[in-house]
């Protein structure tokens, strides 16, 4: 029997293949410098939900023209260029299992390459001749920006609430996959209802995506993450599970889960120390129930439409976002 994967990957094999091509091309005329950073992130492993979300969107809506892989890249554009900049915020070194750009090309480079990924995604939206889908993207990628500022700024922060943490992951992840099933939405020119069923859907999705992230961050190895884990421990940011397992500790035991948190330089003993306490305070279980719930949402906005295989694969990726916790 097929895993989910072999299914989604038989359901959208030529669409992705596609969207490679459009990446590749709306690249290939600039500088040296560009096109090699630009590559090394955008050709590293990344598995382009964004742009087919924003492509089977379009489909599930109607849209019967050419054009939505060209435009599909706009995401996978300013997802890239959201990596570098954070990469170097949080002096990261493994992204998708690689050295992190800025370590092979230094921090002006990728700063700039950043930008310009930035600014191609917008010139290539003003090709789509849509006011309404500009402003969404530009609403967007001041939410995603405000979302890092905030996360930043609760740094080593062990009072940051959950309702904190879903503000935090609505801005700085839910709000691009939403922008991505929007737009395909408008692109196919929906009706009000399928627009919005498709924008709750991208929100849905988006929550439960980062924190099933949150949670393999904690329990997956580096080689099947493709970052370091530990990394939001080590990087003092407070996620689901360890918010969950604060809210529920002993005095003592929180005394010393903040003690962690704290530390600067977490060892990898503090790290599995902490790994316990979150097991023990139901945080494990509790984030993948929070996903579980977000998944199911995501997947009821579907229901205004009939059954297709669209439908199906839209139905499918959802459930992959929990599988992506094992």
Request: one cysteine or more.
């Amino acid at each position: 029997m097929k895993g989910l994967r072999d299914r989604i990957i038989e359901s959208v094999g030529e669409d992705l293949l596609q969207i490679e091509k459009a990446l590749l091309d709306n690249l290939n005329p600039y500088l040296p410098l560009v096109s090699h950073v630009g590559r090394y992130i955008l050709f590293s492993g990344g598995k382009r939900i964004r742009p087919l979300l924003m492509v089977l969107s379009a489909r599930i809506c109607g849209y019967s023209g050419n054009q939505d892989k060209r435009f599909s890249a706009i995401f996978e554009y300013i997802h890239a260029a959201t990596l570098l900049h954070d990469d170097i915020v949080d002096g990261a070194e493994i992204r998708r299992g690689n050295p992190v750009s800025h370590s092979i090309w230094g921090n002006p480079a990728t700063v700039l390459v950043g930008d310009f990924l930035l600014s191609r995604s917008i010139s290539l939206a003003t090709e789509a001749g849509s006011v309404k889908i500009l402003k969404i993207l530009a609403d967007t990628t001041a939410q995603m920006s405000e979302g890092e500022i905030e996360q930043l700024l609760n740094r080593d922060n062990p009072d940051i609430s959950e309702l904190d943490y879903m503000e935090v992951i609505k801005r700085k992840t839910a709000c691009l996959i939403q922008a991505a099933c929007h737009v395909g939405a408008i692109l196919a020119e929906a009706t009000q209802e399928q627009e919005k069923a498709m924008a709750d859907y991208g929100y849905n999705l988006g929550i439960a995506f980062q924190i099933a992230d949150d949670l393999l961050d904690y329990v997956a190895s580096t080689d099947v993450f493709g970052k370091s884990t530990g990394k939001d421990l080590k990087e003092g940011k407070l996620t689901l599970p360890l918010i969950h397992a604060l809210g529920n500790a002993t005095a003592e035991d929180r005394e010393r889960m903040i003690a962690i948190v704290k530390d600067s330089d977490t060892t990898v003993r503090e790290f599995e120390e902490m790994v316990n306490f979150i097991e023990k305070y139901g945080g494990f279980s509790y984030a993948k129930d929070r996903a579980r719930h977000f998944v199911s949402e995501a997947k009821k906005s579907l229901s205004i439409f009939k059954p297709s295989n669209t439908r199906e694969t839209l139905s499918l990726l959802a459930d992959y976002v929990l599988e992506r916790e094992l």
